[in-house]
C-alpha cells in the first residue's frame, strides 16, 4: 500500500468517524429541545381528567379530589338530603339556570345521578373553601336550616346542591365540574364526552 492510499484511507475514517460522532451529538441535542414541546407530567395532571373510586362513599359522606389544583367534592347523598333539596327556599337561582354547570347538571339536584353530587369546593366570592353543614346546626345556622355549605369567609350559604342563597356575598352557585359516570364505582372528573 502507497503513502497517499494510507493517507486517503486515514482520511475517510476520519470524516466517516467525524460525521458519526457529528450526528449523535445533533441526535443528543435534539432530543431534549423535541421532549421540550411535549407537556411535563405536572402540567398534563394540572389540567389532565382525574378518575375517582366512589365505591367507598358511604351515604351522607364527603370525599375531596384535586382536579387542576382546586377541590372537587363528591358526595353520596342520602334521601333526607335529597328530601331537603326539594324543600330549600331563598335561593338566588333555584333551577340552576346560571352556566356555572354543564347542561346535564341543570336541575334541582345539580347532577348526572340526584343521589351522587359533585362540585368544585371554591366559594364563588373570593375563593375560600367552604364547610359542610349537617341539618343539625340549626343552632349555629338558623331555625330553617336544612342542611348545606358555609363558607366561613364572608359567610356565604349554599344549599347540599351547591345553590347559594339569597342575601349571600356569594354571586352565583358553586361551579359544577363536567364530570361522567366509567361505571357505577368510578368517576371521571374533567370529561363528559359521554356523559353529555
Request: charged share 25%; proline share 8%.
Amino acid at each position: 500500500m502507497s503513502d497517499n492510499q494510507k493517507v486517503d484511507k486515514t482520511r475517510r475514517n476520519l470524516v466517516v468517524a467525524t460525521s458519526v460522532a457529528g450526528g449523535a451529538a445533533s441526535v443528543g441535542a435534539a432530543v431534549p429541545f423535541v421532549a421540550s414541546m411535549f407537556p411535563s407530567e405536572r402540567a398534563k395532571a394540572a389540567g389532565a381528567p382525574i378518575d375517582v373510586d366512589i365505591s367507598a362513599i358511604a351515604p351522607g359522606e364527603l370525599k375531596v379530589f384535586e382536579w387542576r389544583g382546586k377541590p372537587v367534592w363528591v358526595i353520596r347523598r342520602t334521601e333526607d338530603m335529597l328530601a331537603a333539596l326539594k324543600k330549600s327556599a331563598g335561593l338566588t337561582d333555584p333551577a340552576s339556570k346560571s352556566s356555572q354547570q354543564p347542561d346535564y347538571a341543570s336541575n334541582e339536584y345539580r347532577s348526572l345521578k340526584p343521589e351522587v353530587m359533585v362540585m368544585e369546593g371554591v366559594c364563588t366570592h373570593l375563593g375560600c373553601s367552604p364547610q359542610i353543614r349537617t341539618a343539625e346546626a340549626k343552632a349555629e345556622m338558623g331555625a330553617d336550616w336544612l342542611g348545606g355549605f358555609y363558607c366561613p369567609c364572608h359567610g356565604s350559604k349554599f344549599d347540599l346542591a351547591g345553590r347559594v342563597f339569597r342575601g349571600a356575598p356569594a354571586p352565583t352557585n358553586l361551579p359544577v365540574p363536567p364530570y361522567q359516570f366509567l361505571s357505577d364505582s368510578t368517576l371521571r372528573i374533567g370529561d363528559d364526552k359521554k356523559g353529555a
